[in-house]
């Protein structure tokens, strides 16, 4: 009987066990599988917000060539065509060194001015393996203002530099809605009277809407702690959309500033949005891959 | 002696598996795409696809993270990730089948085999049945397998913008290398 039912039993063995083994296929695969970060990715479309960085960095060995515009103001009229017969223009170059750092160099026209940054990602936000919420990136510029003295002024090169140093401290929430934060503090080498700061602390807040898999809506206001005397400034303001095309990203806004390097944005945006000094402008952003 | 009779029994649906299942496996497979448009061909490489193969009744199942598909261009893998397959909601793709028309003995012959790969593959949470040709091959105890197959991306729901005609075809050609091992 007992030799029966062993027999039974081995039986039900080779039964039951072939069965197991084939359903296990995918479940030895899935198990021991090893674990990847996952990077938050497009926080931003570009590496602007609007006027502002963004954390985002060009990908090593890709080259940004970015073409920045702004029409003239908007309450002008219909005699300038609401701004559209005037311009200030930004080329920048941006150039990903590694995946954290990133080099550029750019020319404004407003004052002539030639910048040049550094931007290393300190933190990228992450999940899985170590779970990092926020990405956070160092920034440091410089600008120099190449506008000829006025005849008989006895100002030294020196007096041509602005520098910004800022960090970048961004959150993806979900796919839709990113937002950043960005402190900096800007200095100038030069400024008009004694009674205006030479230094100037500025906290930036932006924001991404991030309406469809290829566009979005942003917002960005940096506001100063500190303001010069002797003339009317105002915290810089932007709205505008995102457009991402794949190669190309078109960011079209409306801000009250006129220049678009750091320097001049954050401490000297002349523009009160409110009683219509409003710039039009874009930025078209263009990736291309060296290596 | 019921006892004893209990333990074979417990003993022989724990070890039978291991004994007699013959089966073999991979981590780092490879599986590659191409795309063929009027623009510009687009290609990429993962090489962690999991994979495995019993051999005695042919079930073959490949697993793959689609994040480790790597590009020539990294803002192309960037918008493949997350626009066109969603890795983040759908962080891997699948196939669960068998492979027909091979005994373990043609294999052993150490020639290559021609077989048939029947059964359902997923990606982005859509599974279709497909059937395609693929061959098998033993070397140095392993078993290599390939196959080449093509799929379409609309079919697996990913939403190609029209603008992109020119840029990602609407067939995607697919390469599958594994080099499975029965080193567990």
């Known amino acids: 009987m007992n030799i029966f039912l062993s027999h039974v039993l081995a039986g039900l063995c080779l039964l039951l066990s072939a069965p197991l083994a084939a359903q296990d296929l995918m479940g030895m695969l899935e198990q021991d599988e090893e674990e990847q970060p996952e990077y938050a990715v497009n926080t931003f479309f570009t590496t602007r917000v609007i006027n502002g960085q963004s954390i985002e960095n060009p990908y090593p060995g ?30 920048g170059l941006e150039y990903g060194v590694s995946d954290r750092l990133a080099v550029s160099v750019g020319r404004s026209s407003y004052e002539k001015t030639f910048d040049g940054f550094i931007k290393y990602k300190l933190l990228r936000q992450q999940s899985g393996v170590r779970n990092v919420p926020v990405a956070l990136s160092l920034f440091s510029g410089a600008y120099l203002k190449s506008l000829k003295w006025p005849e008989g002024s006895d100002f030294e090169f020196r007096h041509r530099m602005s520098y910004v140093q800022q960090a970048m401290i961004a959150r993806q929430f979900s796919r839709q809605v990113s937002l950043q934060l960005t402190p900096a503090w800007v200095h100038h080498n030069l400024v008009p009277t004694t009674d205006d700061p030479a230094d100037y602390f500025v906290l930036g807040m932006g924001g991404r809407w991030r309406f469809s898999d290829w566009a979005g809506i942003s917002l960005e206001y940096f506001y100063r702690f500190q303001e010069p005397e002797s003339y009317d400034t105002y915290n810089s303001f932007a709205v505008g959309v995102d457009l991402d095309t794949g190669g190309h990203v078109f960011q079209l806004h409306f801000t009250n500033s006129q220049p678009m390097f750091e320097s001049g944005f954050l401490s000297d945006t002349r523009g009160d949005f409110l009683d219509g000094d409003i710039y039009f402008g874009f930025h078209i952003t263009r990736t291309f891959t060296l290596r | 002696m019921l006892r004893k009779t209990l333990l074979v029994f417990v003993l022989g649906v724990l070890i039978t598996p ?167």
């Open chain 2, 18 to 184: 291991v004994l007699f299942a013959q089966v073999y496996l991979t981590r780092n497979g490879t599986i590659r795409f191409f795309s063929e448009a009027s623009l510009e061909n687009i290609e990429a490489t993962n090489r962690q696809v999991s994979s495995a193969l019993n051999i005695e009744n042919g079930e073959f199942v490949f697993r793959l993270p689609m994040r480790s598909f790597a590009f020539e261009k990294a803002l192309m893998q960037e918008h493949f990730n997350d626009n066109f397959v969603e890795s983040h909601k759908y962080p891997n793709a699948s196939f669960e089948g068998e492979i027909h028309g091979f005994r373990e003995a043609d294999l052993l012959s150490g020639e290559e085999i021609e077989v048939m790969v029947e059964g359902e593959l997923t990606i982005k949470d859509v599974t279709k049945g497909i059937t395609e040709r693929g061959t098998l091959r033993m070397e140095d105890g392993d078993i290599l397998g390939s196959a080449v197959f093509v799929i379409k991306p609309e079919e697996y729901n990913i939403r190609i913008p029209t603008r992109y005609v020119r840029n990602i075809a609407s067939e995607i050609e697919v390469f599958v290398d594994v080099r499975l091992s029965d080193k567990l």
């Open chain 1, 62 to 91: 890709d080259l940004i060539f970015i073409i920045s515009h702004h029409f003239g103001r908007l309450n002008q009229g219909a005699y300038e065509l609401w701004g559209l017969d005037q311009a200030t223009i930004r080329l």
